[in-house]
């Protein structure tokens, strides 16, 4: 399964692609996508959505695993970076991909065991897991591979679950 994992933003929207076949997983792919400040937020958006058709054109994801957002206390920032969800999101719909969503609580939880873990630990674990040389930068290049990740898990999780349920 390929799985394209997706840390949403206005300024930078990190990716991470990776293929899972069983346990394993293997990384393909990952970098961001960068629009330039005090540019107007429609051509901003207009560019996340082009950058991102094209990435679901390049490798062909079974899976679209984007984290959900995180609302603090900037509420402009709050909407921007959530319509920069809702373009890759449309994107992801048009290429046909299944789109799963997870909280910052949740990846932490899948890539680290533990839910108050700093970003430091999350970066250093994605980096052991994914076997990569060193953390992915910007940070949310290795935050949208924590998301595929959490993804890889979560479906782990399920299949091992849905076959104890059947009985095997």
Same mark, same amino acid.
């Given at each position: 399964m390929r799985i394209l994992g997706i840390d949403p933003g206005i300024a930078i929207v990190g990716y991470g692609v990776i293929d899972q076949r069983g346990n394993q997983l293997k990384v393909v792919d990952y970098g961001s996508?960068?629009?330039?400040?005090?540019?107007?937020?429609?051509t901003r958006l207009k560019q996340i959505y082009d950058a =991102?058709? +094209?990435?679901?054109?390049?490798?062909? $994801?079974?899976?679209?695993?984007? +984290?959900? %957002?995180?609302?603090?206390r900037n509420v402009t920032t709050a909407f921007t970076?959530?319509?920069?969800?809702?373009?890759?999101?449309?994107?992801?719909? +048009?290429?046909?991909?299944?789109?799963? +969503?997870y909280? $910052?609580?949740?990846?932490?939880?899948?890539?680290?065991?533990?839910?108050?873990?700093?970003?430091?630990?999350i970066q250093e674990m994605v980096r052991m897991i994914l076997s990569l040389p060193d953390i992915p930068k910007p940070d949310d290049v290795a935050d949208?591979?924590?998301?595929?990740?959490?993804?890889?898990? =979560?479906?782990?999780?399920?299949?091992? %679950?849905?076959?104890?349920? %059947?009985?095997?």
């Open positions: 996508i960068q629009t330039p400040a005090k540019t107007a937020t429609a =991102s058709t +094209e990435l679901f054109r390049r490798f062909q $994801p079974d899976v679209v695993a984007i +984290e959900k %957002l995180f609302f603090n970076v959530g319509q920069a969800r809702g373009v890759v999101m449309l994107a992801s719909e +048009e290429a046909g991909a299944v789109i799963t +969503e909280t $910052p609580l949740q990846v932490k939880m899948a890539v680290v065991g533990y839910g108050q873990a700093q970003k430091k630990q949208a591979l924590g998301v595929a990740i959490c993804q890889a898990h =979560s479906t782990t999780f399920t299949a091992r %679950l849905g076959s104890r349920r %059947l009985g095997q």
